[in-house]
């Protein structure tokens, strides 16, 4: 058959069978590797997510989750939540178009899992009751943790966690949106979220 | 597409005019490269994950029609429309019917290396259909109608002033702005009601994964997951080379991918896409683009395990005084050296040519490409397909002869020592001789090795050679 009358597909595989340079019997599959650093502690967490430019919100005593929220966001309009224990003002299925929550200052969220080294917490369709754009369209994020869901490392996180396997949409967010494009300036606060705090609870 | 040599030299001759470019292109790169040894410095196991990428890439290649079979049967299985593109222009259109089939006409897009590639923008726009670039660096490449500098950040040869500029044309903002924060501000505003208006969106990826038929993408400013989710409609474009086997080996590139770009541990946002939002559609689209040739090729075909960390373009000396514009390519600096010929070897004939051959991007390489061998290779490929300039293939050919004959090349040398010191400047520096053009000739020296040797042996008495020479 001539490249015309074949699929795309089938002129590609055709070239790669035809012409591949490398040998398959002398490039074996490696092993899968689980290196370096594997403590999964808070306090590694807590060092990686301020490095990352997210920050972590301590409850003052008595305090609730909510009242530490308000204390930390003032002059917020509106909080909208996707968890329990958390009111807010809206929840986030609630949420009918993405105008609505590109107008949300706070939004809260359970993470599936957090990864120490890097501060990254893990959020899917599950987390975000299919809410998949909104959560970046807030302007600021509120996030919480269990200290008993983190991982070491990254080998780690996809070697033990089901969720990836699992999840159709799944974000590993490591502090908030960032950019250094202009001259080289780094900005917390790109176009996503412009702060990430991280809750223990 | 012009087909003349990209004139490299000229170019960047025109970028380092101008010395607070220079300055800060040249700064900025070093210190991405210096952020970069930071992280690998704190890391005990830094060459064992480099040697691991590199196996994992090696093999996935030697496996490639294998792990795209696999990849394309687990992304059906999870609703995923998979379409395979052999080159550029196929890939185009399939993007445009698949707009076709919804009635669609906007589309927001993160950044994607293989769509600038592809040409997308220039094919779909003349056909009504608007393409915003959400990243900022990309962004601002596309208001002033250039090809991205570097492949992760794309506006790094301008300054702030230069964006003021260009945002007061597109966005109406103060064109005297000085506060990086501020501009980026303005992008946030002006690129929100894109983002929710758009009907389509568009990202690349880093990787696909064969075992789950997923794809990555790793980003830091969150335009990527806006695009992605905001529309019900999301198209990814990805090279066939992005493969990795395993879910758990992507903690190997994962580690080692942004780092090796910013030297921050990770991107702010690592996205793991395996089947279409609820209520949404995915398409994937794999392009070959001459990728399935280099594969065949014995000296090349390695450069498919590039991850585009732009590790080697932060160390590069002469990309880091020459800027991303005057390789004329999408690809640039030493990674676009060695894979820009395989597109076009007339084109970027010239590309090959500006190394200094240190191999610093083969040293910073985190999949263990041999960049300086090839960029070597490559010239003696282009010469043999004489596709390099004339003066410059002949001088190579007399060098060539004199190197070969060690009385002629005594001879020339003597002569030139006696040349450097009387000539006048105009006959050592003119077109014959472009490596003087930003260069100066190195001062003559009283005596060679050779005859400061041959006065100061013990053993004064001729050798038998030379008395047969004599």
Request: hydrophobic share 35%; charged share 25%.
């Amino acid at each position: 058959m001539s490249d015309e009358t074949m699929s795309a597909r089938d002129v590609i595989m055709q070239r790669l069978k035809a012409k591949k340079s490398p040998q398959e019997g002398a490039y074996p599959l490696p092993p899968v590797v689980t290196l370096g650093d594997q403590d999964a502690s808070p306090e590694r967490f807590e060092a990686s997510l301020a490095l990352m430019g997210g920050r972590m919100l301590s409850l003052q005593d008595g305090e609730g989750i909510e009242q530490a929220i308000r204390r930390a966001f003032p002059e917020m309009r509106n909080l909208c939540t996707a968890v329990p224990e958390v009111e807010g003002t809206l929840r986030i299925e609630d949420l009918e178009t993405h105008e609505q929550a590109d107008k949300v200052d706070v939004m809260v969220v359970r993470a599936a899992f957090g990864v120490a080294e890097t501060g990254g917490i893990f959020l899917s369709e599950v987390e975000l009751k299919d809410h998949l754009a909104d959560v970046h369209l807030a302007q600021h994020l509120i996030v919480l943790l269990s200290k008993n869901e983190l991982v070491g490392n990254m080998h780690n996180a996809y070697q033990e966690r089901s969720e990836f396997r699992t999840a159709g949409y799944g974000v590993l967010m490591s502090g908030p949106s960032a950019t250094a494009d202009i001259q080289g300036v780094l900005i917390r606060g790109a176009q996503g979220v412009r702060s990430l705090s991280v809750i223990w609870a | 597409m012009s087909n003349r040599p990209v004139p490299h030299a000229r170019l960047a001759a025109e970028f380092l005019k101008d010395e607070p470019h220079r300055h800060f292109h040249d700064e900025r790169l070093w210190d991405m490269r210096q952020k970069r040894d930071e992280q690998m410095h704190i890391m005990p196991e830094w060459q064992e994950l480099r040697e691991q990428a590199s196996r994992l890439k090696e093999h996935t290649l030697a496996h490639l029609p294998q792990y795209l079979e696999q990849f394309e049967e687990n992304a059906r299985c999870n609703g995923i429309h998979v379409h395979w593109a052999r080159d550029g222009a196929e890939h185009n259109r399939i993007v445009e019917k698949i707009l076709k089939d919804h009635g669609h006409s906007s589309i927001i897009k993160s950044k994607s290396m293989i769509t600038d590639e592809c040409e997308m923008r220039e094919y779909l726009e003349p056909k009504g259909v608007s393409v915003t670039e959400t990243d900022l660096g990309e962004r601002i490449q596309q208001l002033d109608n250039e090809l991205p500098s570097h492949v992760v950040v794309p506006a790094v040869q301008k300054l702030t002033t230069d964006v003021a500029k260009t945002f007061a044309r597109y966005y109406n903002t103060d064109p005297n702005i000085d506060d990086p924060h501020a501009l980026a501000e303005a992008q946030r505003n002006a690129a929100r009601p894109v983002l929710l208006s758009g009907d389509t969106g568009m990202t690349g990826g880093n990787f696909l994964v064969a075992e789950t038929g997923s794809f990555v993408v790793c980003t830091n400013e969150g335009n990527a997951d806006l695009s992605a989710n905001l529309p019900n409609l999301h198209i990814a474009t990805l090279g066939i080379e992005r493969l990795v086997p395993r879910m758990a080996d992507l903690g190997v590139f994962i580690r080692l991918l942004s780092r090796s770009a910013l030297g921050s541990p990770i991107t702010q946002y690592t996205t793991h896409f395996r089947r279409p939002k609820k209520g949404g559609e995915m398409h994937v689209i794999l392009v070959d683009n001459g990728r399935s040739e280099r594969l065949g090729m014995d000296d090349f075909w390695t450069s498919l395990k590039c991850i585009r960390c732009g590790a080697c373009m932060n160390t590069c000396p002469v990309y880091r005084r020459s800027g991303g514009q005057s390789y004329g390519s999408v690809y640039s600096g030493p990674i676009g050296a060695i894979i820009d010929p395989t597109f076009n070897a007339r084109k970027f004939s010239t590309l090959p040519f500006a190394s200094t051959m240190n191999g610093s991007c083969t040293n910073v390489c985190p999949v263990k490409i041999d960049i300086h061998e090839q960029l070597y290779k490559w010239r003696r490929v282009l010469a043999e397909r004489h596709e390099i300039p004339f003066v410059k293939r002949e001088i190579m050919k007399m060098a060539g002869r004199l190197l070969a004959q060690p009385t002629m090349y005594r001879l020339a040398i003597s002569g030139t020592e006696v040349a450097l010191k009387t000539m006048p400047r105009f006959v050592l520096y003119n077109y014959l001789n472009p490596w003087g053009k930003h260069r100066e000739l190195p001062h003559p020296v009283k005596e060679t090795f050779h005859s400061w040797y041959k006065k100061n042996r013990l053993n004064r008495t001729k050798t038998q050679r030379e008395e047969t020479q004599a």
